[in-house]
């Protein structure tokens, strides 16, 4: 393939690998939760299962010791580093693979399932759908697509009210600083929840359920046409 200088660049991000890396693996429960996930999109042995974003790698060990072939896929060095450590320690194999959505190598139609947590805003919206059309191109038909992100569950309706809201929800729920999410606010492209439902809806994508934590969750459970009926 060659060379786009007009390629959008995700690594240039990066920097804050160690900061950010800390506060991933700072949650006791989150093999718990991971678990519950993967038991509730029905995960079988032999599935290849891809992890875009990996973090620390605990939800593709997960995957992993319930028989899945994982791919844990992550822009971060440092993340990466966690989840071979998390891999190691729990004595299972994992693929890693220093990619994001725009990047992460595919065969078409390979995937049992692909989940993406907390990743997808660090996007623009025009590279959001071309990372959902991606996964879309990447997963087996009838296979399952499980979307987590930030996302502006409404229309802001008095612009100071309600990112005033939103920021003081993060803080208060999720034990972020308040400079955290200044930045996040400011740097970041979290987008409005019905623009994300638009842009999977066209990329091909069935939307078998969605949830809002409001102000700032959102939760989308996808498959792809077609497979054994």
């Given amino acids: 393939m060659l060379a786009r200088d007009w390629y959008y660049d995700q690594r240039r991000r990066v920097g804050i690998d160690s900061a950010v890396a800390a506060i991933y693996d700072r949650h006791g429960n989150s093999d718990l939760r991971a678990r519950a996930a993967l038991d509730m999109l029905g995960v079988k042995p032999g599935w290849r299962v891809a992890d875009i974003g990996c973090c620390n790698g605990l939800l593709a060990c997960e995957a992993a ?3 899945a072939e994982v791919d844990a896929i992550d822009i971060s060095p440092a993340m ?3 989840a071979k450590v998390e891999a190691r320690d729990r004595k299972v194999a994992i693929r890693t ?3 994001g959505l725009l990047s992460f190598v595919y065969q078409a139609e390979s995937y049992d399932l692909i989940v993406s947590e ?7 919206d025009f590279w959001k759908a071309v990372a959902m ?3 879309f191109a990447a997963l087996k038909p009838g296979a399952t697509f499980y979307l987590r992100d ?3 569950v409404r229309t802001l309706d008095g612009t100071e009210r309600d990112v ?4 003081e929800f993060s803080i208060s729920n999720h034990d972020f600083n308040r400079d955290s999410v200044v930045t996040h606010m400011r740097d970041e492209h979290s987008t409005f929840g019905w623009v994300i439902e638009r842009m999977l809806a066209d990329a091909g994508f069935e939307l078998t359920s969605v949830d809002y934590h409001a102000p700032l969750h959102g939760t989308y459970l996808l498959r792809k046409p077609g497979g054994p009926s």
């Fill in 118 to 124: 907390f990743t997808l805003h660090h996007l623009p």
């Fill in 133 to 135: 059309s991606r996964i």
């Fill in 164 to 167: 005033d809201e939103w920021a």
């Fill in 65 to 67: 010791l319930m028989g």
């Fill in 150 to 152: 930030i996302v502006f």
């Fill in 80 to 82: 990466l580093a966690l």
């Fill in 97 to 99: 693979q220093s990619a």
